[in-house]
């Protein structure tokens, strides 16, 4: 079975999103690119992430050709985009959590509230703009308002990240979807304060190095 590790992986860190309540159901999916072979392993459509097994996990090349598993997600281009145009990701998580999907209905960037959004590389999450879902133009879109950041919120839609790895991609979730809840309960009393230009650019120089620790030889 090839790509044994990441088929692990896909299922590890898709129950992770919903123990976390990050989604539900069968919305959202989960892919790790392996640069060395060239193949993508990813969340297959339409089956509840309890009922998982590695042999069910799709393994696609970069044309998308599936190599083995079951039929990949149906957000598998938005992943693909990714992964064809940046070295930097090598896994991504499509997901549906409450607060940031909240943002995304209501087609609004999340700002930089909270100095943890340095984790994404920008100063605020985007939204791109709407497209239905599993399409080309939504993976155009969703790429477009990235950019060089590791999130975007989904218009109508949801959130995706993009990691160096998984727990990275994971991670990044995490934190985007807090600050999302931060940042709706921080409204319904005021107007929350938005972070200067020039803080965010020093956290984002610092988290450059966040949460590293050097070898010990």
């Known amino acids: 079975m090839i790509l044994e590790k990441e088929r692990k992986q896909v299922i590890e860190y898709s129950l992770k999103l919903l123990s976390e309540g990050l989604t539900n159901g069968t919305a959202g999916n989960v892919s790790i690119f392996n640069r060395e072979k060239g193949l993508v392993a990813i969340s297959p459509t339409g089956v509840n992430y309890s009922e998982l097994t590695p042999e069910m996990i799709s393994i696609v090349d970069l044309d998308k050709k599936l190599i083995e598993g079951l039929k990949p997600s149906s957000e598998l281009e938005m992943h693909m985009i990714l992964y064809r145009n940046r070295e930097d990701v090598n896994a991504v998580i499509h997901t549906h959590p409450v607060y940031t999907t909240v943002l995304a209905c209501l087609r609004q960037d999340l700002p930089a509230i909270d100095y943890m959004i340095a984790v994404t590389g920008a100063t605020k999450v985007r939204c791109a703009e709407y497209a239905s879902y599993g399409t080309k133009e939504l993976a155009e879109n969703a790429y477009k308002a990235m950019g060089s950041s590791l999130a975007v919120i989904l218009a109508n839609h949801g959130l995706?990240?993009?990691?160096?790895?998984?727990?990275?991609?994971?991670?990044?979730?995490?934190?985007?979807?807090?600050?999302?809840?931060?940042?709706?309960?921080?409204?319904?009393?005021?107007?929350?304060?938005?972070?200067?230009?020039?803080?965010?650019?020093s956290m984002l120089e610092r988290f450059k190095t966040y949460g590293q620790i050097k070898s010990i030889k």
């Open 160 to 201: 995706t990240t993009a990691g160096k790895d998984i727990a990275n991609a994971f991670n990044i979730t995490v934190q985007v979807e807090y600050i999302s809840n931060l940042y709706i309960k921080a409204r319904n009393i005021g107007e929350p304060i938005i972070l200067p230009d020039n803080e965010m650019n």
